[in-house]
């Protein structure tokens, strides 16, 4: 069974602060992607990584970086957090493009204040 | 590029009833089509996925859904829908030109006792 990990699962974060979340896959897949879902509404496409040491900006990229140090890790950063960034994120993991099924954290839920 | 549409944003059934979930694709070649289902507090999951072949697929927990390419629709079904399947639906669509998949913005099915 594929498995992507993804911690902290809940994080308070000041406004102004910097946060890290982190996601672990052990499925050895080349494509990993980080999500933004507000309350009552979709999925949105911050950033995605198709190998370790690139990443490629999503739809909704203002106001985060990512970082894909190695095959297996791939961190969101939230330099400056700002109230509007409190959603729920997820995670994600693919093998390749096309008819492959995408693998999903249980998600993080982030709160700024 | 890609895109879904899930028209209805909330579907209300009965208990026993059968059920119809819609999505429209937009998409010019071919294209890899998914359902996935969001349970409270969690990632998603894929109930099922088409590329090719019976344009009638199956999935898991007795969900299908037909591919009908003449008008860009993806439907997912159930004869007869339990309380447990209440949860959020989404569509999605890829293609091995592209490194994204998309999703629609989903659909929150409520069962009804």
């Known amino acids: 069974e594929a498995a992507v990990t993804q911690s902290p699962r809940s994080k308070v974060a000041v406004t102004g602060g910097k946060v890290t979340l982190s996601c672990h896959q052990t499925n050895n897949h080349d494509y990993m992607y980080w999500y933004r879902q507000d309350t009552g509404h979709g999925l949105r496409l911050i950033h995605y990584s198709y190998v370790a040491d690139s990443t490629e900006k999503g739809d909704i990229p203002d106001g985060y970086k990512a970082s894909r140090p190695s095959q297996e890790n791939f961190s969101l950063i939230l330099e400056l957090a700002s109230l509007s960034q409190t959603a729920v994120y997820f995670c994600a993991s693919r093998a390749d493009r096309g008819y492959t099924e995408v693998f999903f954290g249980k998600g993080t839920r982030l709160t700024v204040v | 590029a890609q895109s879904v549409t899930q028209p209805d944003a909330r579907v209300t059934v009965s208990e026993g009833a059968s059920l119809q979930l819609r999505c429209k694709y937009s998409y010019s070649g071919t294209p890899y089509l998914f359902w996935y289902v969001q349970y409270p507090r969690q990632g998603l999951q894929l109930l099922l996925k088409?590329?090719?072949?019976?344009?009638v697929v199956q999935g898991v927990n007795g969900f299908e859904a037909e591919f009908i390419k003449s008008n860009s629709s993806f439907h997912l079904r159930k004869a007869s829908v339990h309380w447990s399947d209440s949860a959020v639906y989404f569509c999605?669509?890829?293609?091995?030109?592209?490194?994204?998949?998309?999703f629609g913005d989903g659909t929150q099915l409520v069962v009804k006792p």
């Open positions: 088409y590329y090719s072949g019976d344009p």
């Open positions: 999605a669509v890829s293609a091995y030109s592209n490194n994204r998949i998309f």
